[in-house]
């Protein structure tokens, strides 16, 4: 079955440590996201990739890294420069241009982030 | 400011009752209007997609409406059952940029009792 991948569930990170998310889609999407989900609050794109080596910054790229070195994987590393990172984490894929297919963004299940 | 409220923000029906979720927004230059389903601990599943020239879209048990020129929109759930207790997010998004971004709500809460 295609979909979107995140691992691991849940992750605890001590002061001062990185930590990398992982996010993987077989959907053969061009373009990936990472949103951050805080309770009571809607998604906010943290950084979002069109093509394979391209990424931009989102609303909230302080404190996060990404990459893209393949289509299918687009991994994001919240480093210790993130002060506040305990959240629930979602990576999303989607056609490229969506805006002029509206085709919906498929969603992970997500990666809970908890600080020690 | 491109904004999307959603109301109300918690709701707690009958199994088997029917309700309706609303969504105002105020995204300018409007692309397309969508909801999800997020289950909780789930990521988001995309319920009806609906662009400036749609005013309903059905799935199943959910039907969305959409009045752009009073940007509006609600999401009306038939026959409610206790699968449908969820969080449905309101998401809007503009044609402003060549991503298309989009703005998401925070939600609305539905507790389905049996």
């Known amino acids: 079955d295609g979909g979107i991948t995140q691992s691991p569930k849940y992750l605890f990170r001590k002061e001062g440590q990185n930590v990398t998310l992982s996010c993987e889609q077989n959907?053969?999407?061009?373009?990936m996201y990472w949103y951050r989900q805080d309770p009571g609050q809607g998604l906010r794109l943290i950084y979002y990739?069109?093509?394979?080596?391209?990424?931009q910054k989102g609303d909230i790229a302080e404190g996060y890294s990404v990459s893209r070195e393949k289509k299918e994987s687009f991994p994001l590393t919240v480093t210790s420069a993130q002060k506040n990172p305990t959240a629930f984490y979602l990576c999303?894929?989607?056609?490229?241009?969506?805006?002029?297919?509206?085709?919906?963004?498929?969603f992970g299940d997500g990666t809970r982030l908890s600080i020690l | 400011k491109n904004q999307v409220e959603q109301s109300p923000q918690s709701l707690i029906i009958l199994e088997g009752k029917n309700c309706t979720l609303q969504?105002?927004?105020?995204?300018?230059?409007?692309?397309?209007l969508r909801w999800y389903k997020q289950d909780t601990g789930r990521g988001p599943v995309s319920l009806t997609i609906?662009?400036?020239?749609?005013n309903t879209k059905s799935n199943g048990r959910y039907t969305a409406t959409l009045d752009a020129d009073t940007k509006q929109s609600s999401l009306h759930i038939t026959a409610s059952q206790l699968s449908d207790s969820a969080s449905y997010i309101c998401?809007?998004?503009?044609?402003?940029?060549?991503?298309?971004?989009?703005?998401f709500g925070r939600g609305t809460q539905l507790t389905v009792w049996p």
């Open positions: 998401v809007v998004g503009d044609r402003g940029s060549t991503l298309g971004r989009l703005y």
């Open positions: 969504c105002n927004y105020t995204v300018s230059p409007f692309s397309n």
């Open positions: 959907l053969n999407h061009d373009a």
């Open positions: 990739s069109q093509i394979v080596n391209d990424f």
């Open positions: 999303a894929s989607s056609i490229r241009q969506q805006r002029l297919n509206n085709q919906p963004q498929h």
């Open positions: 609906m662009t400036f020239s749609e």
